[in-house]
């Protein structure tokens, strides 16, 4: 019995004196699925993975990941083409790292029993265990993981769409496209440029005056004309990102839609398509036929209510704007309204000399006369009531070379209304 007792007794000293040691020589670091740092230190992990197995054939078993994990990402584009990317990173499970000199255990754990309320997605944290003189070290391997996050977007545009009530990156960073490559008619792409850089250089100004600080555009004209190309330049010229909301999915109530506007991105433009098809005579459906719980007085609301949130900016787009309802378009929450139309002679000769005139700095006495050709012909359509788009010049003299563009162009026109 004595030997029993002194048995337990040093098995339960054993383990609280394990217990303390642990204590006093380890530090962790705990980060959940919840934090930015959550994907930025998973995507740098595994970057250093692979960067051992380069340069170490002999690398050892235990600093290798062999329980993985897949993230897919699915880029769906209008043209009914898609592409998808693989990223492999640790999975659950412990794993061991070596980051200048020290060594890290790192424990991906996932509690399957719970999800996250509005997402759907299980909750995961992972934990950092290392030596206590070692600690140092944590906020070096987040800042190293955080500029590798942020080097791959570096001079790329970024695409946020919303997860349930948070907005995610989608699909890869992009180029930007130069504002210049958007061909408008004079003065239109210049005076929304000047308004906007206004408006963010006045944030004081409106906090004086106790004046809501966001800005409502809003793009109309006939489709092809260039409203969506020139926000995406526009947001690649200011270094903004664009978050993309879509009013009939699935899911979006008024609580969400709060939420998602008052919790944009920063440095971002909230984008919101054929605001028309969405709100049709303050009725929001589907092509199918789908009514979206978001309501016509819960968008106004979120738009310039007493809880809308500040430090916005929102861009709507729409090819008939005659369909608005006048309660959505009016000033205040929606600032300034400019008309993208389709090509007019000048666009169409400059958007001509870009693709043809860039053989030498100037471009050849020969382009120069087919680029007077083509202003003609739009200018001759244009008095008969037939138009062109610019997305389809483009498209032309994608494909052809141009002598062959400026003989076949009049085949794009066509009789559109105009409202």
């Known amino acids: 019995m004595a030997l029993g007792v002194g048995l337990t007794v040093m098995r339960q000293g054993l383990v609280l004196g394990t217990t303390a040691l642990r204590r006093r020589m380890l530090v962790t670091l705990e980060i959940n699925n919840k934090d ?15 960067l051992q197995a380069q340069n170490s054939r002999a690398l050892a078993p235990w600093t290798r990941s062999h329980q993985l994990s897949v993230e897919t990402t699915v880029e769906q584009r209008k043209n009914g083409s898609s592409s998808a990317l693989f990223k492999l990173v640790a999975g659950p499970g412990t794993h061991y790292i070596q980051y200048k000199r020290a060594w890290m255990q790192v424990k991906r754990e996932r509690e399957t029993k719970s999800m996250q309320l509005m997402s759907g997605i299980p909750w995961e944290t992972v934990t950092l265990t290392t030596l206590s003189r070692d600690r140092n070290l944590f906020p070096e391997l987040l800042t190293e993981a955080r500029d590798l996050a942020m080097r791959g977007q570096e001079g790329k545009l970024v695409i946020h769409t919303a997860w349930g009530i948070e907005w995610r990156p989608f699909g890869q960073p992009r180029l930007k496209r130069p504002i210049g490559s958007v061909v408008l008619a004079p003065g239109v792409a210049e005076n929304i440029e000047n308004d906007i850089k206004s408006f963010l250089d006045r944030r004081q100004w409106y906090a004086d005056r106790g004046i809501p600080y966001r800005r409502g555009y809003l793009l109309h004209g006939p489709p092809g004309s260039g409203k969506t190309s020139f926000i995406q330049a526009l947001a690649g010229a200011l270094s903004y990102d664009i978050c993309v909301l879509n009013l009939s999915e699935r899911g979006l109530a008024d609580d969400k839609l709060f939420h998602l506007l008052s919790n944009a991105p920063e440095r971002s433009f909230v984008l919101i398509e054929d605001i028309d098809a969405a709100f049709n005579k303050r ?29 916005r900016v929102i861009f709507m787009t729409t090819n008939h704007v005659e369909k608005l309802d006048p309660a959505l378009i009016r000033p205040g929450r929606v600032d300034l ?16 000399d870009r693709f043809y005139g860039g053989r030498d700095i100037l471009p050849s006495a020969i382009d120069k006369e087919l680029s007077r050709r083509l202003g003609g012909i739009v200018e001759e359509e244009l008095a008969s009531g037939r138009r062109v788009s610019m997305a389809a010049l483009q498209g032309l003299f994608i494909r052809n070379e141009a002598q062959d563009a400026v003989a076949q162009c009049r085949d794009l026109f066509v009789t559109r209304r105009t409202p």
């Not at 930025?40 to 970057?47: E, K, N, P, T, V």
């Not at 092509?287 to 500040?310: I, K, M, R």
């Open 283 to 311: 009725v929001q459906t589907t092509e199918d036929g789908y009514q979206s719980s978001v309501t016509f007085s819960g968008f106004l609301n979120a738009l310039d209510g007493v809880a809308s949130g500040e430090e």
């Open 337 to 352: 309204i400019e008309k993208i139309d389709d090509a007019t002679p000048e666009q169409a000769r400059i958007l001509f």
């Open 36 to 50: 930015r740092a959550y994907e930025w230190f998973l995507a740098w992990m595994s970057r250093q993975t692979a």
